[in-house]
């Protein structure tokens, strides 16, 4: 969506096309250098792009969800775009759209940490205002990351889950994003670690991707648990994964045999919880994310994102704390069981 000063701009565009470009600008500046922090111009506000890993995951329609409440509050113009699937070169395109429609700031859940990184780097040096929410690229490449939780208290959450179901013995099979996904990354090789330190007699036979698709991860999960009836656990590390590898599970008439873990979107595990397949399944609350992120892109467009003060002003969610002095930690993961899932409709 473009203000009402753009569209002005826009109309004159046949006769005046250098003229064009340039005004939209916002608080781009004209010498194309990040960190040009003049404001928007008179009629118009901050135009913020939010580019999640795909759109067709409730998980980010929540994130968008909170992105507009917080675009609302904020008095900025929000625009949500992704690829369908987890595809990240259509995801850099996508970037490279927003920076040619002069949009102020992007924030974005990256497909591939490396992958991403020309296209974010390109957005900063033309004076964007860039940074990362729920999956990062490389630090160089963007401002700051808004992180859903740390990646070694994932990892742990992930691993106490299934141990305390399985007695912390046996074999496993994680199920993943795509193996490229820096998140999941991270929390795998977290829960590596704490096992290592914490329970020696769990081992990770495999890690599978499921594409970020739920039939993907179905037939993943079917074709490795036919061939491996020694698995005692599966993690799924993808929100997405979770309700198809219970399904597998359940197919397989495996339920009780083999625990199903690891992250879960309740509206998509729900029925799998209460059913008993699923005991427990972690996440945090997409739609606070959202809403930090656009807070986070708004700070950052007016200049008061400050490390040194420790903390980012967050609106409804108060202040949340640099981790690091380019990461904010939104908070310590939520865990779902039968007990209290239906208090969370996202």
Excluded at 136 to 143: H, L, T
Excluded at 209 to 217: R, V
Excluded at 260 to 272: A, C, D, M
Excluded at 304 to 325: M, T, W
Aim: charged fraction near 25%; aromatic fraction near 6%; proline fraction near 4%.
């Amino acid at each position: 969506m473009r203000s009402k000063g753009c569209k002005a701009v826009t109309l004159l565009a046949a006769t005046m096309v250098v003229g064009a470009f340039g005004a939209c600008g916002g608080s781009v500046g004209k010498s194309g250098e990040s960190g040009d922090a003049s404001g928007p111009k008179d009629g118009e506000t901050y135009r913020i792009a939010m580019v999640p890993k795909f759109t067709s995951d409730p998980y980010f329609k929540a994130a968008e969800k909170g992105g507009q409440a917080a675009a609302e509050e904020l008095g900025v113009e929000m625009e949500f775009n992704g690829p369908v699937d987890a595809d990240v070169s259509k995801q850099a395109d996508i970037i490279e759209q927003f920076v040619q429609q002069r949009y102020d700031a992007i924030t974005v859940s990256a497909n591939d940490a490396d992958a991403l990184a020309p296209a974010m780097k390109a957005a900063r040096n033309q004076g964007v205002k860039v940074s990362t929410f729920d999956a990062d690229v490389k630090p160089e490449a963007r401002e700051v990351f808004l992180n859903q939780t740390t990646f070694a208290g994932m990892g742990k959450t992930m691993v106490d889950m299934m141990a305390k179901q399985t007695g912390g013995k046996g074999d496993f099979l994680v199920v993943t994003a795509v193996l490229t996904a820096p998140n999941q990354n991270r929390w795998i090789a977290e829960m590596r670690e704490y096992i290592k330190q914490n329970h020696p007699e769990m081992e990770i036979k495999a890690v599978l991707p499921g594409n970020e698709d739920l039939a993907k991860s179905r037939q993943v999960a079917l074709d490795y648990l036919r061939s491996h009836r020694e698995t005692r656990g599966v993690w799924c590390v993808t929100g997405i994964a979770t309700p198809g590898v219970a399904e597998a599970v359940e197919k397989l008439g495996l339920k009780g045999e083999v625990v199903v873990t690891g992250l879960g979107v309740p509206s998509l595990i729900r029925e799998y919880v209460k059913s008993g397949t699923v005991k427990e399944a972690a996440l945090w609350n997409p739609t606070d994310i959202g809403y930090a992120a656009i807070q986070m892109a708004k700070a950052q467009l007016d200049g008061k994102l400050d490390p040194s003060s420790g903390v980012l002003a967050a609106g409804r969610l108060g202040e949340l704390k640099f981790i690091e002095k380019d990461t904010i930690l939104l908070g310590p993961p939520l865990v779902f069981d039968k007990d209290n899932i239906d208090d969370f409709s996202f």
